[in-house]
């Protein structure tokens, strides 16, 4: 069974910190992988994709390990802002094209 | 800005009732999905569609069945409410890049609650 797992948390963390959180999937024929965010009672939404060589998208850093199959985010000087639950996506190669997972998301609080 | 759109955001049936949920994206994706999201319990895939009249299960297809006659345009429908399908429900779509699935858009949900 393909398994995408997070760390549910919640992570309780004041403004300024850096958080990172993980994800571990247990295909190695892992196609992309994607970040979402979710804010409370809203959609999913698209933070941003996690390319092979790693990329930034401001305060946020997204890594893909093939070798040891997981991806991170790391968010530096943390807002108010960004508590939300974020989930991890993973797709899958071959086969139909629902091989999609997400994560349970992984639970963030920023506090003042 | 890709747009998904879904027919109501907040709906209160009876059980036994036939309900139906519509989606409606304008980015001419070929693919949309179906979810339901409970608490602890994360993102379950009811049913997704790759084409117009294409339609395959996913994790959760009990109790539900789905139509998709043209491509913009995706409904779930749940033949005879019960009450355990009271639920938050996504409709998603993304495109496909060759064999890839791209990255997924959603709509803002229908709160269903069956009584």
């Known amino acids: 069974r393909k398994e995408v797992e997070q760390d549910p948390g919640p992570f309780n963390v004041p403004e300024g910190a850096t958080v990172a959180f993980n994800c571990t999937y247990s295909n190695s024929a892992s196609q992309s992988f994607f970040w979402y965010r979710q804010d409370c009672r809203k959609e999913p939404k698209l933070l941003m994709s996690?390319?092979?060589s790693g990329n930034e998208d401001g305060r946020f850093t997204a890594q893909l390990n093939r070798a040891s199959q997981y991806i991170s985010l790391l968010i530096r000087d943390s807002k108010l802002s960004d508590s939300a639950t974020y989930l991890c996506?993973?797709?899958?190669?071959?086969?139909?094209?629902?091989?999609?997972?997400f994560g349970k998301g992984t639970k963030l609080s920023v506090k003042p | 800005d890709v747009k998904v759109t879904q027919s109501s955001r907040y709906l209160v049936k009876r059980t036994g009732e036939k309900v139906f949920l519509e989606c409606v994206q304008d980015m001419d994706h070929e693919n949309m999905f179906w979810y339901r999201q409970d608490p602890g319990l994360g993102l379950r895939l009811i049913y997704f569609s790759y084409d117009v009249k294409m339609k395959e299960k996913g994790d959760i297809p009990e109790g539900y069945s789905v139509s998709r006659e043209k491509k913009e345009r995706f409904s779930l429908i749940l033949e005879s409410a019960s009450t355990n399908q009271t639920s938050m429900y996504l409709c998603?779509?993304?495109?496909?890049?060759?064999?890839?699935?791209?990255?997924?858009?959603f709509g803002p949900g229908t709160r269903l609650t069956v009584t």
């Open positions: 998603a779509s993304s495109s496909i890049q060759g064999v890839k699935l791209r990255e997924q858009y």
């Open positions: 996506v993973v797709t899958f190669y071959g086969g139909s094209q629902g091989n999609l997972i």
């Open positions: 996690v390319y092979s």
